[in-house]
Structures are given as C-alpha cells and as structure tokens.
C-alpha cells in the first residue's frame, strides 16, 4: 500500500509562536511552507468541493421545502446558503492568520480552534485543548451520522428497484447489512487525490440521474399555487436542519483547501469556494423547489423514492443516484479517518498500514449499524444537520473569528465583528436546540 498522505497539522503538532514573536514574522507564508505529497488543481478541487456537499443532501431537499413552503423555502435557502458559505471564508480566512502568527504550514479544523485559542485572550489559551476536543467530537459525529444518512439512502433506492423485479420484500435492514462489505473495501482507498476518480464518476452520475429526475419532476408541473407558500413555524427547525445537512461541506472544506497546488486560490473573488457554493446553492434551490411542488406533502426523505418504480428510467435513476452516494461516501470518510490517522501514528510504531485498515473497516461498521438503528432517512438528516453542522458550520467559525482578532486587528469600528458573529451565534444556538428537539420528536414517533 502506498505511504501515509500528509496532512494539516494540530496545533499541538507544532510549537506555538509567542504573539511578540509572531509579531516579526508577518512576512511568514505558510503557502510555500506546505509538503502535500499529491497536490489537488484548482478545477481537481472544485471536482472534490462540488461532490463532497453534492450527495444525500439534495435528494432531501424537497422534503426541506415541505417543510418551509415553496416560498419560503426558496428565499431561506440562499440565505442559508449565504450564511455557511460566509462562515467558511472567515474560517480558511482565520487559518491563514493562525498559521501565520503561530508558523505552521497548514492547520486542520481542530488545529485553527486550538491555535486561535493559545494565541488569543490569556484567560482563554487554557481552553485551547478543551477546544480541539469539541471540533474532532463534532466532526467525527457528522461525518459518521452523514454517512449513515447516505447509507439509508443507498439501501433504499436499491430497495425499491430489486423488490420490484423479483416481486419481494425484506426489511430495510437487511439492505443496509449487505451494503457493509463493498463499503470496506471501496473505503481502503488512501489518497485524497486519487479519490479524483471516484468524485468525477459519482459527480458524471448524480448529474444524469438528477437531470432524468427533473424530467420525471417537470412532467404534468402543477401551478405554484397548488402547494402552500409558507409552512407552519413548528417544521421550520426540520427544514433548517435538512438545509444546512445539504449544503454545509465544512467537513471537507478545510481539507480540500490544506492539500490544493495553489491553496490561495480558494477564496477571494470569484475563487474555488464562491464558485462551488453559488452552483450547489442554486442547484439545492431549484430542484428543493420542483420537486416539492411536483408531490407536495408526499414528498419522500429521498426524493428518488417518489419516482414511479415501474418506470425502467426511473430505475436508472435510483440505482444512479445510489451508485453516485456510494462513490461519495469514501470522500466524506476521509475527514474521520484523519482524526484517528493522527491517533494512530501517535501511539503505534509498526503496522500502521494494517492497523488502519482495521479502523476503516470499524468506521464503516459503526455507520451500518446506526443505520440499521434509524432507518428513516428524513428526521436522521435533520438531526444531524441541526446538532452538528449548526455547531460546525455556523457556531465555531463565528466563535473562532472573534478570538483570531480579539487583539489585532480588533473587533472593527464599533465593534462589527463581534456583533456579527454574536448574532451567527445566536442564530446556529437557535437553529441547533429547535431543529434537534423536533427531529428527535419524529424520530421517536415513528420507531413507536
């Protein structure tokens, strides 16, 4: 097998610059610093960036809208998009920063919240590890819950199509426990650049089975005035939840950016992520908005499940649509794998490779078995949506952005900065305990 890719490093992985000492070294470019031993292109990573978001989540989307209205539901998804994408600039942003003042070629998510807090108010740089803790608990819970989703979504897709042929029917879980080899093996793969090739398949898919699904939605397209314009307040918090699960790539976001050829091409104007995200956004929108007013309150947590089974396209569509998730699945796994990667190398000295195959093959047994636990794909998205990516996406950047310039250069003229970010704060809080209350609620409900 081949070496162990380089990574971003932990904070703790290096010693922190003092902010005096930091202070000479402005000059200091963690760009050239960089050692990625299979760098990413521009277009390889806005490949990585469109797929990494681009899964489970927009078959959800029309669901999301069920639960926001079909005009609410359209504006609050730009706006939501707006929000995540803004909090991944002040995020890579404050990376950058970090790494200057601390001298570190490159931080992980867990390193820029351990650095901005050493080098940040004195009273806080002994949170500094408390805070690496919380981001990697996040991260790895989203990303297992994440690919739990996708594993459902998998299964029943294949449900539907294999039940219909052979006129059977077996419980989903049996579905969700055969999935688990061919996941151990697709997921032994290593290289973030050699994953290139399973993003431009399952991108080349999702993109025909999404554009066979719009034929199938556009097909006797009810007036806008058949579905209901706004929602009831109470299925708000399950379309906020579902949204930002869709949309939120914050798990790869940082990765993807530590391992480009030319990492200052990633933000800015129009940049890697502005590109990515005003796509993903726009396509999130258009396609939440058809197919909730194509099947209304019918609408299933995938929306490929509301296609007709009979129909052999839309049973090109499904087995697309599950082939293209299956594909993604190994590139969200990356994020989780790094985390215990670091673990590994730490307390291991021989047989890494073997050991962290054992470990790939646990993670993928774990997200298997959560599945088969919650088999039901909509309030399990929600939820992970509102705990994780409310936290992940929205909270710790706003929080991380606001510790990064306590000092210098300050909260800005009458302190916008940090009344900005109090109010992302205040809205990821919100979101996180009504979206999480109400997912939780359904979840019960249905298991009852």
Not at 9 to 35: G, L, M, V, W
Not at 260 to 272: E, K, L, R, T, Y
Request: proline fraction near 4%; include cysteine.
């Amino acid at each position: 097998m081949d070496s162990l890719p380089s990574e971003p490093a932990s904070a703790s992985s290096f010693p922190i610059k003092t902010r005096q000492t930091s202070q000479d070294n402005r000059n200091y470019n963690p760009f050239e610093h960089r050692k990625v031993q299979h760098p990413t292109t521009d277009s390889e990573t806005l490949i990585h960036l469109i797929k990494g978001s681009l899964g489970s989540g927009i078959v959800s989307m029309p669901l999301a809208f069920s639960n926001a209205g079909l005009w609410f539901g359209l504006g609050s998804t730009f706006v939501v998009g707006a929000i995540c994408t803004y909090c991944v600039h002040i995020l890579v942003k404050c990376a950058h920063l970090l790494s200057r003042r601390a001298q570190i070629p490159s931080l992980d998510y867990a390193g820029i919240a351990e650095t901005a807090f050493s080098l940040g108010p004195k009273r806080l740089n002994k949170l500094s590890r408390l805070a690496s803790f919380a981001v990697k608990f996040f991260m790895s819970l989203y990303t297992i819950g994440g690919l739990c989703v996708y594993t459902t979504i998998i299964a029943h897709n294949i449900k539907q199509v294999v039940e219909f042929f052979y006129n059977t029917e077996l419980n989903i879980r049996l579905y969700l426990l055969m999935l688990l080899l061919p996941l151990s093996l697709t997921n032994l793969v290593r290289e973030l650049k050699f994953l290139v090739w399973y993003s431009l398949v399952a991108n080349t898919l999702m993109g025909l089975g999404l554009g066979v699904a719009l034929y199938f939605i556009l097909s006797d397209l009810p007036p806008v005035s058949h579905q209901y314009a706004v929602a009831h307040v109470s299925d708000w918090p399950k379309f906020f939840g579902t949204v930002i699960f869709a949309i939120e790539g914050i798990s790869v976001v940082i990765s993807l950016e530590n391992n480009m050829q030319n990492p200052d091409h990633f933000i800015g104007c129009p940049g890697v992520l502005n590109i990515g995200m005003t796509l993903l956004v726009t396509l999130y929108a258009i396609f939440g908005f058809l197919g909730f007013l194509k099947y209304g309150t019918a609408t299933e947590g995938s929306i490929t499940l509301n296609l007709p089974v009979e129909n052999k396209l839309a049973q090109s569509v499904k087995l697309m649509i599950a082939i293209s998730i299956f594909l993604t699945y190994s590139l969200q796994f990356y994020v989780p794998v790094e985390i215990f990667r670091k673990r590994i190398k730490k307390h291991f000295k021989v047989h890494l490779n073997l050991i962290e195959c054992g470990v790939r093959v646990a993670l993928v047994t774990l997200t298997v078995v959560v599945a088969i636990i919650v088999p039901n794909i909509g309030p399990f998205t929600s939820l992970i949506g509102a705990v994780c990516l409310s936290t992940l996406g929205i909270i710790f950047p706003a929080v991380i952005e606001t510790i990064t310039y306590w000092n210098d250069p300050g909260m800005g003229r009458f302190n916008w900065r940090l009344i900005k970010n109090s109010l992302l704060v205040l809205f990821g809080i919100v979101g996180f305990l009504s979206g999480a209350y109400v997912s939780i609620l359904e979840i019960i409900t249905i298991n009852l």
